[in-house]
């Protein structure tokens, strides 16, 4: 007997930069439908930073957990237009995305970065949602896997384990552009990503590793099913309750 649960698998939504009031809705139709006893999944939604607070407000204790984009490494300070993990936490999110390719490629950052995201997810009492992701020109080279456990290696704080981090596998070139990796592929680096986690951390058995890049409700099925996918981290089609509700219904 695994002396830790096998993970439960948990979708979540990256609204990116989208949303105004009005997109509390999609929040009220997914935390209505949640409620209801669907899946055997968590689910989660990211939307922008504006949209945290109340987007808490509106699930009131229904199962869908709310989480950030991104956070400052700081606590507190001169950071002009940054958003600190305890300022998340302070509003009731519970996770916060870091090092999404987007941030990597908008504000140059850098693994170390990421890593030092991820701690002060961790020092607020949040998970850390670490992305992770080879582009198109690594991916010809064949650096899928190379890139992808660098990443990982680098980005992975001390104190993570299992109950505070989840890895999201996203091949940048995926990334909102209707390409996803054949199933082997996506198999094939899960696995990879799974055996480096078992070597770096006690339970690496039972971190979530989420596939993200263009996962639509047709696709979710095969997808979800590849071993080591314990779930999704979904741009677009996160965007519209019926979409991410029929991604998670991928869970029955
Ligand atoms: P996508 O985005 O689902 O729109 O491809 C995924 C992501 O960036 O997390």
Not at 1 to 18: F, H, I, Q, R, Y
Not at 60 to 84: E, K, V
Not at 155 to 177: F, K, L
């Amino acid at each position: 007997m695994p002396d830790v649960p096998s993970p439960k698998p948990l979708v979540a939504g990256n609204w990116k930069m989208n949303g105004l009031s009005e997109s509390l809705a999609v929040v009220e139709q997914v935390a209505a439908h949640l409620a209801d006893g669907a899946g055997h999944a968590d689910a989660m939604i990211c939307p922008p930073a504006q949209l945290i607070a109340a987007a808490v407000r509106q699930v009131a204790n229904r199962p869908l957990a709310i989480g950030g984009q991104d956070c400052h490494a700081s606590q507190f300070g001169a950071h002009t237009g940054d958003i600190s993990a305890e300022m998340l936490a302070d509003v009731g999110a519970s996770a916060v995305i870091v090092g999404h390719s987007e941030r990597r490629a908008d504000h140059g950052e850098a693994d170390a970065l990421i890593r030092d995201k991820a701690a002060a997810g961790h020092r607020a009492g949040l998970t850390g949602i670490i992305c992770i992701g080879e582009t198109a020109g690594q991916r010809a080279a064949g650096l899928t896997e190379t890139v992808a456990l660098r990443q990982l290696r680098a980005c992975i704080p001390d104190g993570a384990s299992h109950t505070n981090t989840v890895i999201a596998y996203e091949p940048v070139w995926a990334i909102g552009t209707g390409l996803v990796p054949t199933s082997d592929e996506i198999a094939t680096t899960h696995g990879a990503i799974r055996r480096e986690l078992k070597s770096v951390m006690a339970h690496g058995d039972a971190v979530r590793i989420l596939y993200g890049g263009s996962v639509k409700p047709t696709n979710a099925h095969e997808i979800l099913g590849i071993a080591d996918v314990n779930g999704a981290l979904v741009g677009g089609a996160s965007l519209t309750a019926e979409d991410f509700l029929g991604i998670f219904a991928a869970y029955g």
